[in-house]
């Protein structure tokens, strides 16, 4: 019997993480084979590694490949049942997609790319932005050689608003605007992470020393790269209180932008450890069991790992001479809530 192909493309940890959430949890029988293309560029996939297990999953890394020939090589393949692909502003991500529907009758389906199938964009002429952006694209595609007579609009602050598109796959289906986001797609909920398919995908990470001292009853934290001085403040006044409220160790999972002389502030804070790690942040966040996973509004607790408790403190870092926080409109997950103390932030258990 012919096997289904499904077909991922990965540009960030993110993506690679829901596409193997997606193969392990639903496509994971002899049925299917999966492929998942990692689009590697910079220090980005350094910790990725492709297990070798036995079962229907392939990993392809592309080393700075140009996105034109990676689009080409995809289409001279003979077969592919679902295309999943996470980044449809990316002009190459529509024409191949738009190139396997036609050839294969493939399929379409648009992952989540973080956090922007939430949000709301008020842009100003927005009308005029799509047709700039649309014909700065067909020039992308004319000086590559990817020939069409399908007219690819570029409208970037709408989610699943291409008409090729068959799916939209969503962590929160339930807070999806389709009407906003002119969506016709049918939505479909990806399942949460199961702890099967947890233990699969730490297998294709080259996991490093981890300074967590278990995985039980853990608080561990993602920081931001702050950029004013009230911000920081803000931010180690809380870490401190949080301390002395629970009397437990912080681990601190380090975004890679934070700021030497913002490390050396939190190398004073006694019980604060720091995890200064290139392994993506949601590998921790799916390490831990009923614990307390916080930040001031990183993406990366859109991964939900539902044996703990999840908290944006946000609101302590308003009035901060940061003006893009005071602007800041974030679609909150419903398992994610808003604190402004420690006070309010509990354990599972509890």
Known sequence: MEKKVNIFIAHTEYHFIQSLNIALGLFN?????NYIHITKRGNRFENVIDPA?????????HIEKEPSVLVKEILALKTCYRFFFFQENSIYNRFLAYGLKKKHNTIISLGPDGYKPYGVFNKKHEFLSMIKDTITDHKKLYKDRLSTTKLFKSDYYRYGSS?????????NVEIFNSKRNKTTAEL??????TLEVIDSLKSYFK???????????????LNQPFWTEKLVSREMSFLKDLIIHFNKTIYLKLHPGTPEETKALYKKIDQLILIDSKLPAEIYILEVKNSIIFSGWST???THNPSCNYYFNLPIYKNCDAKAVDQMELTILPHIDIVETPKSMKFPSE
């Open 29 to 33: 029988e002899d049925l299917y084979e």
């Open 53 to 61: 297990l036995k079962n229907n999953i392939f990993v392809k890394v």
């Open 163 to 171: 008409s090729f598109i068959d799916e939209v796959w969503l962590t």
């Open 188 to 193: 479909k909920e990806i399942n949460p992470f």
């Open 207 to 221: 996991l490093e020393d981890n300074p967590l001292d278990g995985k039980e009853h853990k608080i561990l934290y």
């Open 300 to 302: 990366a607790l859109i």
